[in-house]
């Protein structure tokens, strides 16, 4: 079961497991405001409600977090395109291309790591890019952000709990039909 996070202005901010909710509120750091009607949490000595719903008691300051380098990461700056040929490469066929080759002492990092189609990175095998006479479209630099932090969705979908309901906009009224009068 999910349990959806609100921040201290009841705006909507992520869904997490309900054992991490349950941790955040023995932490004294959100306060339960809606609860699954059917879904219990048992010990041997107490019985909880499930949260459906909690919200943080007090206002979380934006802390700057570092963007952390990983594959996704590294694919989400380049967009998911062959940074050597511009071509769209599917997640499951991006490979990571070092701009300076690790046997000549590349690092892994943002700086020297793009993603690359598995004919791009054959054909500049172990050489610079310039030795093996290809341009590449942009310099790899690290991101300020996380990309596609964004990306939380704060509609209300069929499916979610009914108690998610008066906290999510309803995606039905962007998406849904228009009943004919």
């Not at 079961?1 to 309900?18: H, K, R």
């Not at 952000?145 to 704060?154: E, K, L, M, N, S």
Request: one cysteine or more.
């Amino acid at each position: 079961m999910q349990t959806l996070v609100l921040s201290a202005s009841y705006e909507p901010m992520q869904v997490v497991p309900w054992q991490r909710a349950i941790t955040l509120f023995f932490m004294d750091k959100v306060e339960v405001v809606e609860e699954y009607a059917d879904k219990h949490i048992r010990t041997v000595s107490v019985t909880l409600p499930m949260p459906s719903v909690v919200r943080f008691v007090k206002v979380r300051k934006n802390r700057k977090r570092a963007v952390k380098f990983s594959r996704q990461n590294v694919y989400a700056r380049d967009k998911g395109r062959c940074q050597y040929c511009g071509a769209p490469v599917p997640r499951h066929l991006a490979t990571y291309d070092h701009v300076m080759p690790r046997s000549r002492g590349g690092r892994t990092t943002w700086e020297n790591v793009v993603i690359a189609c598995i004919d791009c990175n054959q054909k500049k095998a172990d050489r610079t890019p310039e030795e093996a006479r290809m341009k590449l479209l942009a310099t790899p630099v690290k991101p300020k952000v996380v990309p596609g932090a964004d990306d939380f969705t704060v509609t209300y979908v069929k499916g979610m709990p009914t108690t998610w309901r008066q906290f999510l906009r309803d995606a039905t009224y962007w998406y849904g039909e228009i009943d004919p009068e």
